[in-house]
Structures are given as structure tokens and as C-alpha cells.
């Protein structure tokens, strides 16, 4: 086997072992992920039950359960359909079990007989000591499809705790979420190993090129009749430079692809899992209050997955430019001035001025770039500016200029930037809390204006100001030159 097809098979055998490493990560998180959920909705269940018996079923600080026994045969012989994506539920699984101060069952709505004696459990054991009880019990005993989740939660009275009700939901129940993640996961990733080994394939050839540089060097050399030092180094620095573009472009593809997995999945998760949450809890009766806050809550986050993707394309498609497709003489000052009349409308909710004085050199201050893209990376670095400011604040515009470049400062009065973020603003995905929402955004604006920075040539940096409160964002780019 040559050695090109030796480099290949292994560039090809790491791939298929990290992305194999990744999914198997990927798919051993899924489960616990939907536990957590599940539990955390348990522990709401179980706090609502307390308190309803709290409030309607305590006579003397004991716990009176005859209402519940009615209720839950109701509840178990409701029949519906509810269509859960691509998964139907025709039936309530929720379990719940009352007892009293020493453990012993009052209420249980599988039928256990009265006087049963639970103080053992964990769920209970804990929750008459005050602290949080949970446990997973398996209702036939080596069969792990039988298990099931149970939360605690005390039931007071006069500061006393006089009971315990606990509440469960079969692992089962949700299992088929798990199942059906982890076959949609499982495609997904055998989709995207297919496409990067057809688009390896493609680029093997200029992969592995730079290993046959010796051998066409030597026959460049034979090829001369005269011995010409000089000319042979210029031949080997142009095969060499063009050797390494080739393979720069192939590996950065590679690892952008790796990179962008594992980010996604990352940023994705979280969203996901307060969809997942609040679609399963909406299955349930509840107020009409509550229902519409829980879908407020699956629009509000799938609209940020929808703005996630939607600037991880603009920022791809950034990020695979080589060079700026038109360049023209872009005037900074009237580009400035347009946005800042842009801003004022965004910031005049909470009375936030935004101020722009072009100098008096303004009509020199021109540059060579993208128009388009300027005004999206300084408008970027505006609502960055914004979003940190406080009420009634100012976000100030500025230009300065030196001998070779002019700079475009946005400075806001917010909080400024902590220690520990200062190094991190421009990573993907990197994003703080703005002061007036605690809300975080995508953590993608940045980074695409440093992506538009480089593509001109240029810098951009974010700094504490340094006579005063806020923040300093700096966007350094050449100057044009007289006559082009």
C-alpha cells in the first residue's frame, strides 16, 4: 500500500473514531437528560399534591385521603389521544402514595393495603427528616422495564411535618423519548459519516499531495539542464506553499465540521429539554394560566434554536470566504450616522440615547471593503451596546484615524466586561447576561464581526473603558488609498 493511501485510511479511521466516540457520548447522555426531566416534574407534582391536601384534606394535623381514592379511579379511566410528535398517549401513568408521620400508607393509588408499612423507603425515610426524598424502585424485581421514578414531598402542619405524599411515574413512560432520541441521533450521525467520507473522498488527493512533494521536487531537479540554485529554491518554496494551502483547507474543514457537532449538539440541548419538558407537562389537566405560560415557553425557546441556526449560517458562510467578492471605497461617516439613526428607535424603549459627531475630517475617513458587511458588523457591535446599557444611558459612535487605518469605536455605560469573560468575548458562543433581562444570546454576534474584521484585513477588540463605567468595542480597518 503506498503511503498516500496510508495517510488517508488513517485521516479516515480518526474521523470515523471521533465521531464514533461522539455519539456514543451523545447517546449515554440522552437518558439521564430525560430523567432529570422527568424528576424535575415530579418534584412539582409532588409539592402540588402536598399542598392540596394542606389546604383541603388536614383535619387535627392528620391527613384525611378519602377524596383521593375517587379521583385517581377517575383519573386512571380517562381515555384520550394525544399525538406527542411522532409518539401516541392514550393513558395517565402517574402513580401517587400518602402516609402519615411514622410511614404508614393512608392512600395509595395502585391499591397497596392500608397500613403498609414504608418508612424504609428512601422517599419517605427523608422526607420525614426533612430533607429532599427520591428513589427508583422496580415493581417486578430483576426487570430493569419496570422501574419507577418516585419524588417526595411533606405534608405540614403548623410548621410540623404529618405526612408524606409521594408521587411516581414509570420509566417506561418516557423510555420511548429515550428510544426514539437516540434512533433519530443515531441517523443523524450515520447521515453526516457518510457525507464527510464521499467529501474526503473528493479531497484525498489534495490531502495527501504535500507527502509527494519530495518526489516530484526531485524530478523538477532532473528535469533542468543546468544547475541553477536559486531558481530550484523558488520551484521548492512554490510547491511546498501551494502543498500546505491545499492541505490547510482540507484539515480546517475536517475539524470545522467536528467542531460545529459538538457546539450544536451543546447549545441545542438545553432548549430542547424545556420543549420536552413543558410538551410532556401540557399532557396533564391544569389551569389554563399555567398552559399557556408552558407554551409561551416552547415558542420562546424554539424561536432561539430557529436565531441559533439562523447565525451559525450567516457565520459559515462568513467563515468560508477566502476574499471579499466586491471591494469598493466605503465613507465611514455617513455609514455611521445611517446606523445611529437606526439605533436611536431601539433604544428609545428604555431611553437609551445613541450619539454619532462625525470629525472633521470625516470625508478622508474611507476605507476599501464590503459595504454590506461593514454595516452589519458595526450595526452588531451597536446593539452589543445596547443590550449592556443601562436606562437612559448613552451608546456614543466614534471615528478616529491614523496614518494607515481608521478606527470605529461604540462605547456603551453598562457594567463593562468581568475578568474572568475578557479573553472569551469572541468565542462562538460565549455570551453574558444582559443587565436589564439576565437573558443570553446566541453568543454569535461577536464572533461574526471578528470574521468580517479578518476578511478585511482588519481588527476588532473589546475592552473596559479605561477613564470611566461601560465597555469599548473597537473596529480597525485600513485606509483607503488616494486614487483607487
Not at 395502585?110 to 420525614?128: F, Y
Not at 477566502?322 to 446606523?339: C, G, S
Request: aromatic share 6%; glycine share 6%.
Amino acid at each position: 500500500m503506498s503511503k498516500r493511501n496510508r495517510v488517508f485510511l488513517g485521516v479516515v479511521l480518526g474521523y470515523l473514531l471521533g465521531v464514533g466516540f461522539l455519539l456514543y457520548t451523545i447517546l449515554a447522555d440522552i437518558d439521564p437528560r430525560y430523567r432529570e426531566s422527568a424528576e424535575e416534574s415530579l418534584v412539582e407534582t409532588a409539592q402540588l399534591m402536598a399542598t392540596l391536601i394542606e389546604q383541603q384534606m388536614l383535619q387535627d394535623g392528620a391527613p384525611q385521603v378519602e377524596p383521593l381514592k375517587p379521583l385517581f379511579q377517575s383519573l386512571y379511566a380517562r381515555r384520550f389521544e394525544a399525538q406527542i410528535f411522532s409518539l401516541r398517549k392514550a393513558k395517565v401513568e402517574l402513580r401517587a402514595t400518602v402516609t402519615d408521620a411514622q410511614g404508614r400508607v393512608l392512600f395509595d393509588s395502585q391499591g397497596e393495603p392500608l397500613g403498609a408499612d414504608h418508612s424504609a423507603w428512601r422517599d419517605v425515610s427523608l422526607t420525614l427528616k426533612g430533607q429532599y426524598g427520591a428513589r427508583t424502585s422496580q415493581d417486578v424485581n430483576g426487570n430493569e422495564r419496570s422501574a419507577v421514578m418516585y419524588v417526595a414531598a411533606p405534608i405540614r402542619w403548623q410548621e410540623r411535618i404529618v405526612g408524606v405524599v409521594s408521587v411516581g411515574k414509570p420509566v417506561q413512560s418516557f423510555g420511548q423519548f429515550v428510544e426514539a432520541a437516540r434512533r433519530k441521533t443515531l441517523l443523524v450521525g450515520l447521515y453526516s459519516v457518510v457525507a464527510v467520507l464521499l467529501l474526503m473522498v473528493i479531497l484525498s488527493a489534495w490531502l495527501v499531495r504535500p507527502f509527494g512533494i519530495v518526489s516530484d521536487y526531485i524530478r523538477h531537479v532532473r528535469s533542468q539542464r543546468q544547475f541553477s540554485l536559486p531558481r530550484l529554491s523558488r520551484s521548492a518554496l512554490g510547491l511546498i506553499g501551494a502543498a500546505y494551502d491545499e492541505m490547510r483547507d482540507a484539515l480546517a474543514g475536517r475539524s470545522y465540521v467536528a467542531d460545529y457537532v459538538q457546539t450544536l449538539t451543546h447549545e441545542i440541548k438545553s432548549p430542547l429539554s424545556a420543549i420536552r419538558g413543558a410538551s410532556e407537562l401540557l399532557q396533564e389537566p391544569m389551569p389554563e394560566p399555567d398552559r399557556q405560560r408552558f407554551l409561551a415557553n416552547i415558542t420562546r425557546e424554539t424561536q432561539r434554536i430557529q436565531e441559533l441556526v439562523d447565525r451559525m449560517m450567516e457565520l459559515a458562510d462568513i467563515e468560508s470566504r477566502r476574499r471579499l467578492d466586491k471591494i469598493e471605497n466605503v465613507a465611514l461617516a455617513p455609514l455611521l450616522d445611517e446606523i445611529a439613526s437606526s439605533a436611536r428607535a431601539s433604544g428609545a424603549g428604555r431611553g437609551i440615547e445613541v450619539r454619532f459627531e462625525p470629525p472633521p475630517n470625516a470625508t478622508a475617513l474611507v476605507v476599501e471593503g464590503d459595504a454590506f458587511l461593514l454595516r452589519r458588523a458595526i450595526t452588531n457591535l451597536v446593539d452589543n451596546a445596547l443590550d449592556f446599557s443601562p436606562p437612559n444611558g448613552v451608546v456614543q459612535l466614534s471615528l478616529k484615524s491614523t496614518l494607515r487605518s481608521v478606527e470605529v469605536q461604540v462605547r456603551d455605560q453598562g457594567p463593562g466586561i468581568p475578568d474572568y469573560a475578557s479573553d472569551k468575548v469572541f468565542e462562538k458562543f460565549y455570551s453574558l447576561a444582559r443587565p436589564h433581562n439576565r437573558k443570553k444570546s446566541t453568543g454569535l454576534g461577536l464572533t461574526f464581526v471578528k470574521e468580517i474584521a479578518e476578511l478585511h484585513r482588519g481588527e476588532v477588540s473589546l475592552k473596559n473603558a479605561a477613564d470611566g463605567p461601560g465597555a469599548v468595542a473597537v473596529l480597525a480597518l485600513r485606509r483607503s488609498v488616494p486614487g483607487s
